[in-house]
């Protein structure tokens, strides 16, 4: 089974700095997802990869931008943090007609 | 454009009850529809899927769901409520044939009371 990681679990940053949220799988799995989730909102698609150095805006891409250098690793980057990007944020991995693997989250929080 | 709907916010049951948590979807062509469970501050882990083949799909932790193509309903079900069944379930579906991205419901918080 494929396995997701994502290197923080909970985060604490100040307001304009710019922030890293890293993601690893451990399979040769093209397919690579970012969302956050929000109470009462479910999960929103904010980038995702199908290759190496390929991104595709998702649903709410405003304020974030994405690096996919390996294959293996999708990295999410706020720009300039705010506080409404205070979320949980989760990294998936696909595999074609099998769903998601998620990664166990990073709860952000931006004061 | 494609959706996913699950119309209830929570849902109560008793332990040892059967349990159900809905789910709609609005799709062009044949459906891929998931289950998700998440416990508090992880991530989603997968239950079960439907793609294709019988409607009744049986999925981890004795979970089943049932494809409704009629009613386009995918609701999942479990014979006996358990305690540690507590948790939020997310419904999803594939956005649009050919892409590998999925639209997520908001999710339904089970609550299972001893």
């Known amino acids: 089974d494929v396995k997701v990681t994502q290197s923080s679990r909970y985060l604490v940053k100040r307001t304009g700095e710019k922030v890293f949220l890293e993601c690893v799988q451990d399979?040769?799995?093209?397919?690579m997802f970012w969302y956050r989730q929000d109470p009462g909102l479910g999960l929103r698609l904010i980038y995702f990869?199908?290759?190496?150095?390929?991104?595709e805006k998702g649903d709410i891409p405003e304020g974030y931008s994405v690096s996919r250098e390996k294959k293996e690793r999708f990295s999410l980057i706020l720009e300039s943090a705010s506080t409404s990007q205070t979320s949980m944020y989760l990294c998936?991995?696909?595999?074609?007609?099998?769903?998601?693997?998620f990664g166990s989250g990073t709860r952000l929080t931006v004061v | 454009a494609q959706s996913v709907a699950q119309p209830e916010d929570q849902v109560n049951v008793a332990e040892g009850n059967p349990l159900t948590v809905k789910c709609t979807y609005s799709?062009?062509?044949?459906?891929?529809l998931f289950w998700y469970v998440q416990y508090p501050n992880r991530g989603l882990q997968f239950l079960l899927k439907?793609?294709?083949?019988?409607?009744l799909v049986k999925g981890s932790y004795g979970f089943e769901a049932e494809f409704n193509k009629s009613q386009t309903s995918f609701h999942l079900k479990k014979p006996s409520a358990l305690v540690s069944d507590s948790a939020l379930y997310f419904c999803?579906?594939?956005?649009?044939?050919?892409?590998?991205?999925?639209?997520f419901g908001t999710g339904t918080r089970l609550k299972v009371l001893a």
């Open positions: 998936a991995n696909e595999v074609p007609g099998y769903g998601y693997t």
């Open positions: 399979m040769d799995h093209e397919n």
């Open positions: 990869s199908y290759d190496v150095k390929m991104k």
């Open positions: 799709v062009s062509g044949n459906p891929y």
């Open positions: 439907y793609i294709t083949g019988d409607n």
């Open positions: 999803a579906v594939r956005d649009s044939p050919g892409t590998y991205k999925y639209i």
